[in-house]
């Protein structure tokens, strides 16, 4: 029997939320530069996003680009916005095959214009997927996401548009990124480096966490049934 049919179907997490770590150490170690282990990385998300829809989980949130990762050499950067665009663009297909909608968050405004634009036409291309919801998180900090949710509600208040009695838990998940999205019952990061990095803070107070010592671009559709 496969690792996928010990799975009981009516305790899936609704909602996978994964750190993509260990691509630049995993080329590293094959004596190859860093953007050769991200290029292998995008291999692996379209396994992990083709084993979600075999399951059957509706929702998937990658962190692809954290607003730490602007630090990183210019050359690195040119280099995964490059390899953005062009996965973007080869895997409108599969999106539409697989039923796929896109979606992003973050300070998407931070990216490159020609990112901003194909990030914009593959979003609009597939909002009327219903299978999956994969979404990127793209110049992405949650601490800045939580200051900016704080920001709005203290405009709100200001206004007279809201008193402090509405502020709920609630009221504040509205205001985040994830507005539209089920807060992740499934956490996943690979490397074996085991934080969570700024990555949906609030929204992971209950979820449970899994962390893979395999490398982001070894990670397969069976590790993810493993999770």
């Given amino acids: 029997m496969s690792i996928k049919d010990n799975i009981d ?3 899936l997490p609704q909602h996978i939320a994964v750190i993509m770590d260990g691509n630049g150490r995993w080329a590293k170690g094959l004596g190859k530069l860093r953007v ?3 290029k292998n990385g995008v291999s692996a998300v379209r396994e992990v996003l083709e084993g979600a829809i075999e399951i059957g989980i509706p929702y998937l949130t990658l962190y692809a680009f954290s607003s730490e990762n602007w630090n990183r050499p210019k050359l690195e950067v040119r280099a995964l916005m490059e390899l953005l665009i062009s996965s973007l663009t080869k895997e409108l297909k599969t999106f539409q095959k697989n039923g796929v909608r896109l979606n992003a968050i973050g300070n998407l405004s931070d990216l490159p214009q020609n990112i901003q634009k194909t990030l914009t036409e593959t979003i609009e291309a597939t909002r009327n997927n219903s299978k999956c919801t994969l979404t990127l998180a793209l110049s992405y ?3 800045v996401e939580i ?3 704080t920001k ?3 405009a709100q208040l200001a206004q007279g548009t809201i008193t402090a009695e509405d502020i709920t838990e609630s009221l504040f998940s509205q205001h985040l990124y994830t507005a539209d999205l089920p807060d992740p019952d499934l956490m996943i990061r690979t490397s074996g480096e085991q934080r969570i990095s ?5 929204q992971m107070a209950y979820t449970e966490l899994w962390f893979s010592p395999k490398m ?3 990670f397969n559709r069976n590790d993810l049934y493993e999770a």
């Avoid at 700024?198 to 609030?202: A, V």
Wanted: net charge positive.
């Fill in 9 to 11: 179907p009516t305790r």
């Fill in 36 to 38: 050769f282990g991200h």
């Fill in 141 to 143: 900090g949650s601490r």
């Fill in 147 to 149: 200051i900016d949710a």
């Fill in 152 to 154: 709005k509600i203290a």
């Fill in 198 to 202: 700024n990555y949906l803070l609030w």
């Fill in 216 to 218: 982001w671009p070894e």
